[in-house]
Antibody, heavy 119, light 108 residues
Framework: QVHLVQSGAEVKKPGASVKVSCKPS????????MHWVRQAPGQGLEWMGR????????NYAQKFQGRVTMTRDTSISTAYMELSRLKSDDTAVYYC????????????WGQGTLVTVSS | SSELTQDPVVSVALGQTVRITCQGD??????GSWYQQKPGQAPVVVIY???NRPSGIPDRFSGSSSGNTASLTITGAQAEDEADYYC???????????FGGGTKVTVL
């Protein structure tokens, strides 16, 4: 059974960085892209980017280019998403999701990590 | 274009049929996937590909596609179907993923 477990909630000040982890189980970590999606309070889903856990290659949404870094540690089968220069409108729930059909269908999601940016 | 457009709000009477649409240029090349999200929960995929339902998704959910429009149909809507529904696909470049803005479905 596939599970994705994310790190806990974070509170950050504007200008700081946050790093969220995602540890999947139940499948071969390097076999599927890992995507990151966020959802601001009361808002829709927003794709941030993806990482190929096998090669480490990444694709980022243009909106986050220069501020987001997705990495992985294959030794512990964990993916990470780091967002820098945080602003108040980065307050959101951040999800990791495993790529599936077409690598844009997400059948498995983490539980979400609430990141609050506040001074 | 990297946008997918959905109607913000749709309502349906209990037991009736509702169709939710998603429009975008990329849907000419990619099927839309559909997600149901209830408050405080992660999204759940209900339809993907031409018209595929993951295990556990009721068969009252179905998908279709025509031109630049993907559709999700709920036939015989139940109270538990009240939720936000999102479509997604790749964008027109094929390198990124895009989501629609979401449709809030109310079951009356």
């Amino acid at each position: 059974q596939v599970h994705l477990v994310q790190s806990g909630a974070e509170v950050k000040k504007p200008g700081a960085s946050v790093k969220v982890s995602c540890k999947p189980s139940g499948y071969t970590f390097t076999g599927y892209y890992m995507h990151w999606v966020r959802q601001a309070p009361g808002q829709g889903l927003e794709w941030m980017g993806r990482i190929n856990p096998s090669s480490g290659g990444t694709n980022y949404a243009q909106k986050f280019q220069g501020r987001v870094t997705m990495t992985r540690d294959t030794s512990i089968s964990t993916a990470y998403m780091e967002l820098s220069r945080l602003k108040s409108d980065d307050t959101a729930v951040y999800y990791c999701a495993r790529g599936g059909y077409g690598d844009y269908t997400f059948e498995y999601w983490g539980q979400g990590t609430l990141v609050t940016v506040s001074s | 274009s990297s946008e997918l457009t959905q109607d913000p709000v749709v309502s349906v009477a209990l037991g009736q049929t509702v169709r939710i649409t998603c429009q975008g240029d990329s849907l000419r090349n990619y099927y839309g996937s559909w997600y149901q999200q209830k408050p405080g929960q992660a999204p759940v995929v209900v339809i993907y590909g031409k018209n595929n339902r993951p295990s556990g998704i009721p068969d009252r959910f179905s998908g279709s596609s025509s031109g630049n429009t993907a559709s999700l149909t709920i036939t015989g809507a139940q109270a538990e179907d009240e939720a936000d529904y999102y479509c997604n696909s790749r964008d027109t470049s094929g390198n990124h993923v895009v989501f629609g803005g979401g449709t809030k479905v109310t079951v009356l």
